[in-house]
Nanobody, 126 residues
Framework: QVQLVESGGGLVQAGESLRLSCAASGRTFSNLIMGWFRQAPGKEREFVGAITWDGVNAYYSDSVKGRFTISRDNAKKTVYLSMISLKPEDTAVYYC???????????????????WGQGTQVTVSS
């Protein structure tokens, strides 16, 4: 079993940068696809991006592509979400999640992720 704890959220101005961290505990982190999602008030949880177990490939939603970067350090059991050029519409609670271990490909739907962190708030002011 993996437990996830996000950190690094905060209040920033539009155009600024932020890096979120997701620390995992448990034995099976290094073979899991890890994803980031976000949820704004009144909206459904939205896929932000995901990274393969080896960190070689990362996938992003169109809304963040070119501005957000996902990376991971399996030795530290941590996955990161680096965000630049933040916009007010990026304001949301950000969650990291681990994909169901039996899945071999990256999925963009929340139901394919079975372990979630508690979330960290990111607020971007205009």
């Amino acid at each position: 079993q993996v437990q996830l704890v996000e950190s690094g959220g905060g209040l920033v101005q539009a155009g600024e940068s932020l890096r979120l961290s997701c620390a995992a505990s448990g034995r099976t982190f290094s073979n899991l696809i890890m994803g980031w999602f976000r949820q704004a008030p009144g909206k459904e949880r939205e896929f932000v991006g995901a990274i393969t177990w080896d960190g070689v490939n990362a996938y992003y939603s169109d809304s963040v592509k070119g501005r957000f970067t996902i990376s991971r350090d399996n030795a530290k059991k941590t996955v990161y979400l680096s965000m630049i050029s933040l916009k007010p519409e990026d304001t949301a609670v950000y969650y990291c999640a681990s994909e169901i271990p039996t899945e071999l490909y990256v999925h963009t739907t929340p139901k394919m992720y079975d372990i979630w962190g508690q979330g960290t708030q990111v607020t971007v002011s205009s």
